[in-house]
């Protein structure tokens, strides 16, 4: 019978605890294995652009493949769900907006993950406003107008979001409540733009990656922004909070790994990611549409989220938002 002796089960826990330490000790991620990233943005749109650039500079960042996953729809719950029920090993990884943990556990009657307790955050990458466009057949081109012909002809101007508490949605009540106006929301499972370019919709709420193309190609005008200070890809276009101090509502993107993943792997990602918001060619890249880089601990993100939740949850039962 084979008996282990007290060194030989030294040398066999010093081994296995090799495989945990050689996340932070080595550039290469384990045995050259690729990475899925997975994005719950329809291709093209929104988060999609940034996850593939994100994605290439991880893979140099951690010498192995990264591929970009889409899964979009149901509030971006599909695409969340897939990483939540994922093996905690660093090698599938959700990027998102905070939308699947900050608005859809209050609008949906039933979630297949826990937005608390399935995954993990691991940074926020960066953040942005979105631009409050109009079709070209839409006789206004400022805010100002939009309002005044909604207060002449309440729920007769439609504007189109990404459904039912998307951050089109949602900012748009924002407004509504603030302008004291009334219009008609027409909800899109996929990007409204052509309908928007093609003047069946009258208004619409883009973020800068899919906007600012469209307004500098003269097929859409842009009517204010939703940041905090005016956008440097378009200075002459005015926040919303000029015309209503304190309507200002940011979109930000972050990384998250699923529930259980070694806290060696969450440390490695992070330092990545730090690395890739320090590359002026990021920088420009996000800048060039209206964006900023994040850099939070995963600590700073979680605080952000809980907070973020309770005013989305707040906002959705005031309005009585709901998805089946």
Known sequence: ?????????????????????????????????????VTPSPVGVGSDTFA???????????????????????????????????APNGLTLLFSTSLPFTTAPY???????????DLLPVAQLYRGGSFIVASQSFP?????????????APDKINYASYGPGSTAHLGMEMLQDAAGIQLSHIPYKQSPLPDLMGG???????????????????????????GDQRS?????????????PGVVLFTWVGLWAPAGTPEAVIQRLQKALLA?????????????????PMQ????????????EAKSMSALIKAKHITMN
């Open 1 to 37: 019978m084979f008996t282990m002796t007290p060194h030989r089960r030294r040398c066999l826990a010093l081994l296995a605890a090799l495989p945990a330490a050689g996340w932070t000790q080595t550039a290469a991620w384990p045995a050259g294995q690729p990475i899925k990233i």
């Open 107 to 117: 609008l949906l009657p039933r979630l297949p993950y826990n937005a608390q307790k």
């Open 52 to 86: 593939r650039l994100y994605g290439e500079r991880l893979g140099h960042e951690l010498k192995t493949a990264v591929l970009v996953e889409n899964r979009p729809g149901a509030s971006s719950t599909l695409g969340t769900d897939a990483v939540a029920k994922s």
């Open 200 to 226: 069946l919709i009258q208004i619409g709420w883009e973020p800068p990656v899919s906007a600012l193309p469209n307004i500098k190609a003269g097929k859409l005008k842009a009517l204010a922004y939703s």
């Open 140 to 152: 206004g081109r400022m805010l100002k107008d939009l309002v005044a012909a909604a207060k002449l």
């Open 232 to 244: 440097p890809a378009l200075p002459d276009v005015p926040t919303l909070s000029e015309l209503y």
């Open 276 to 292: 890739i918001n320090h590359d002026p060619e990021i920088a420009k890249a996000l800048a060039d549409v209206g964006n900023e």
């Open 296 to 307: 939070t601990t995963p600590a700073q993100m979680a605080q952000t989220l809980e907070q």
